[in-house]
């Protein structure tokens, strides 16, 4: 490498390098460039660099709130080219989010045409859409004239851009900001701008003030889409001291009676950045997949307000149970992730409390008003020069006339003559007596400004009028330079007059302004309980009809089990029963799975149904051992092809997923074969050699999952069926012509659990089933 830098043909701008450094180092540069100029606000103006220039291309362009509208392609053809050297889509993209109501709480822009809905719709192409400012980025704008803040060159070098604007209010805090850099991120919820200057006001008054302090002026975001805040208060408090946390905002809704006991619930505000549209197909779709049995319907009848109408397929259930489960299930309820990461003085970032972005903004203030007064005060000695000058030409008015008629050099002749005497001048008042005036560099003549401000006097101001005006605004001035100095040389001052300056922006942005009350309100979230279905779904009488192939459906009303139905081709029924839609159905697979179906959620019985494997993940290589109804309290034989097998309790096994629970296990060519309920206090057991063998019921283990325990031995073949029986009674079959047969002489059949068991009576079916 050494050989390469002293090579004398190498271009000396090349300069080699490790691989590693020169990506690091470059990807470092981008990673700070991203991180200053894209994705962080600046904490004093709350500001990004695109919308900074953006607001300043419209001041430049003229756009005042009072003045007409400019077409937005102009504005971001300007801010492109003058300020931005970015896509004019992203300027564009920009500027109409500072527009939207629904998306900022203070808009900075005054749109006119087209520029999106809160549907998710995008804003119409710029050539159609105008533009200005609103008084609000008037007010971010305030004092650029007055030095208030440094400027910068542009890009290319030919104008100037202001580094941040004097900001008149807390905008950060007031609009909000979200980015994602590299390496961090920031999401800063908007809040009420009155809210937040009693809390700067406050701040000033006690420096030292606590966050949990400035939370009682400050009790947490103000969303412009309003909706209710159901975080708990110490969350909240927790999350502006750290500047990270989560804040629940959950949609603003009441109850419609309609009458006869019948209702509706119409949501009136929805969460901050959720797209109603896709909120409504959302809500839809828990309606189609039935997840929220209860809801029957949804209407979106929106016009300039929101209003989404949510009608309940029972009016027996109570709304706050049904917007409960909307809450859990859709974005009714979502969770704002707070993340206050700024440059806190503009090159800095930092995760801030509540405490450091106020206090950062107000020290940001202070700046701006000593700029300002320093700036004034440059002004008021450049005409107090000029003042002082032209009182000289009114008391000796007739040498000035002379000189500028007659001297070949006027200027350089003001400059030389000597003016220091006190000069004496008749009034209709009385004698008037001026002071000394400022002498220039000899302390006798005129300064440069002053001789050429004689100069360009008009005739019309030589009136006496004139002159008594001059010394009135002299006099002025000089108060109020006095004034100035005095502010500069104390804080205490500066602090008040900061505090009178925000008192009134809240005067003028308050609650009086058009949108300034607060939107946002805060109520307690209650506990969504697990509600029954039951509860949720209107009880009615259906017939489950399953065939061999595994088509599902649920026919209306309890029908008798033996008509006849039509099945598709090849197919034939196989289960058929009696239900209600408040049922839940259990499906036992020969993989060991149980699964779960709301019988409300079974398709009708007009047409021949659906595949049960599609509504649970039931595999194409396992078949359905048997389909059942759910009774809580009631325990199930489960056993295998092998031969084990063990009790379950019927709760265990229901499943909450499309997945369901595993509870028998199987492997290789092992399969589940029997799932009956427990009835009595015996077991008969009946394998494919026809031998049958009955135990007690209390030689088998009560399980959740597992393999199980043998049940019957056998040298070739393996178990047909199992059943449960109560011994006294005796044991059960249909013969093969049909008629049921019970056999209570069993002392044949008996013996312990996992022999080999004694051939099956004369009779028994010959397809070895109990049933």
């Not at 859990?328 to 979502?334: A, F, G, K, T, V």
């Not at 009595?680 to 009560?702: I, M, Q, S, T, W």
Request: charged share 30%; with cysteine.
């Amino acid at each position: 490498m050494d050989d390469m830098t002293d090579d004398p043909n190498m271009n000396p701008r090349d300069v080699a390098e490790p691989l590693r450094r020169a990506i690091g180092d470059r990807y470092l540069t981008y990673a700070l460039s991203t991180i200053m100029h894209r994705a962080l606000p600046d904490a004093r103006d709350g500001l990004k660099p695109v919308h900074r220039r953006i607001l300043y291309a419209m001041r430049r362009l003229r756009l005042s709130p009072t003045g007409g509208f400019l077409k937005s392609a102009k504005i971001s053809g300007d801010t492109m080219g003058d300020f931005h050297p970015h896509g004019d889509a992203a300027i564009y993209d920009a500027m109409a989010r500072l527009a939207q109501d629904f998306t900022i709480r203070y808009p900075l822009v005054d749109g006119q045409g087209n520029f999106g809905n809160i549907d998710g719709d995008n804003p119409a192409a710029s050539r159609y859409t105008e533009a200005r400012m609103t008084i609000m980025a008037e007010a971010l704008l305030s004092g650029l004239d007055e030095d208030a803040v440094d400027f910068r060159d542009n890009y290319d070098g030919r104008l100037q851009e202001p580094v941040v604007l004097p900001a008149s209010y807390p905008n950060l805090l007031a609009n909000g900001s979200s980015g994602i850099a590299v390496g961090m991120a920031t999401n800063i919820p908007p809040h009420n701008i009155g809210e937040l200057i009693d809390a700067c006001l406050h701040l000033i008054k006690a420096p030292d003030a606590r966050d949990d302090t400035l939370l009682q002026y400050v009790p947490g975001p103000d969303f412009p889409t309003g909706g209710a805040i159901v975080e708990p208060a110490e969350n909240i408090a927790q999350a502006y001291r750290t500047g990270r946390g989560a804040i629940r905002l959950r949609a603003k809704y009441h109850v419609e009676d309609l009458g006869r006991g019948q209702w509706q619930i119409v949501v009136t505000e929805i969460p901050y950045q959720v797209q109603k549209s896709k909120l409504v197909e959302r809500l839809a779709e828990l309606i189609q997949t039935k997840k929220v049995p209860i809801l029957a319907d949804i209407r979106d009848e929106s016009a300039e307000d929101i209003r989404m109408v949510l009608e309940p397929r029972s009016k027996n259930v109570d709304p706050d149970i049904l917007m409960g489960m909307l809450f859990r299930n859709s974005d009714l309820e979502i969770r704002f992730s707070l993340n206050m990461n700024v440059l806190i003085d503009g090159v800095t970032p930092k995760v801030c409390s509540l405490k450091e972005v106020l206090r950062a903004f107000l020290d940001f203030r202070r700046d701006v008003l000593v700029r300002r007064s320093r700036h004034r005060m440059e002004k008021i000695d450049h005409r107090l020069e000029v003042l002082e000058g032209l009182i000289v030409a009114y008391l000796n008015l007739d040498r000035v006339i002379d000189i500028i008629r007659y001297d070949d050099d006027p200027k350089a002749a003001l400059m030389r003559e000597d003016w220091g005497r006190t000069h004496v001048r008749a009034t209709d008042e009385g004698d008037y007596v001026s002071p000394p005036p400022v002498a220039g560099d000899d302390e006798l003549g005129l300064t440069e400004v002053q001789a050429e401000a004689i100069l360009n006097m008009r005739l019309r101001s030589l009136r006496k009028l004139e002159e008594m005006e001059l010394v009135a605004e002299r006099d002025k001035l000089m108060e109020e330079r006095a004034g100035l100095e005095d502010l500069l040389e104390s804080g205490d001052l500066q602090w008040k007059r900061i505090a009178e300056e925000l008192r009134e922006v809240r005067k003028t942005f308050g609650k009086d302004y058009a949108g300034g009350a607060r939107r946002t309100t805060f109520a307690e979230a209650g506990e969504v309980e697990e509600v029954p279905l039951e509860a949720m779904i209107e009880r009615e009488p259906i017939t489950v009809v399953c065939s061999q192939m595994g088509w599902i459906r649920a026919m209306t009303g309890h029908i008798a089990l033996d008509r006849e139905l039509k099945f598709k081709d090849g197919d034939s029924p196989r289960f058929i029963f009696h239900a209600e839609t408040t049922d839940r159905l259990l499906v036992f697979g020969s993989n060991g799975r149980f699964y779960t179906l709301s019988a409300a959620a079974l398709p009708g019985g007009r047409g021949m149904g659906e595949p049960l494997r599609l509504m649970v993940d039931l595999p194409n290589e396992a078949g359905i051992v048997d389909l059942f109804i759910h009774k809580p309290g009631r325990k199930l034989l489960v056993a295998s092809s092998a031969g084990d097998g063990f009790v379950v309790p019927e709760e265990e096994v229901v499943a909450q997923t499309r997945a369901g629970k595993q509870v028998l296990n199987v492997r290789g060519d092992v399969k589940a074969q029997v799932c009956k309920p427990v009835t009595g206090d015996a077991v008969a057991v009946v394998g494919e050699n026809r031998k049958v063998l009955v135990f007690g019921l209390d030689e088998l283990p009560e399980m959740g999952r597992g393999k199980g325990v043998r049940l019957q031995k056998y040298k070739d073949g393996g178990l047909s069926d199992a059943t449960t029986f109560a011994l006294a009674e005796g044991l059960s079959w249909r013969d093969p012509a049909g008629r049921t047969r019970t056999e209570t002489a069993l002392d044949e059949w008996r013996g312990k659990r996992a022999s080999a068991g004694r051939m099956a009576p004369r009779g028994f079916p010959r397809d070895n089933r109990f049933t």
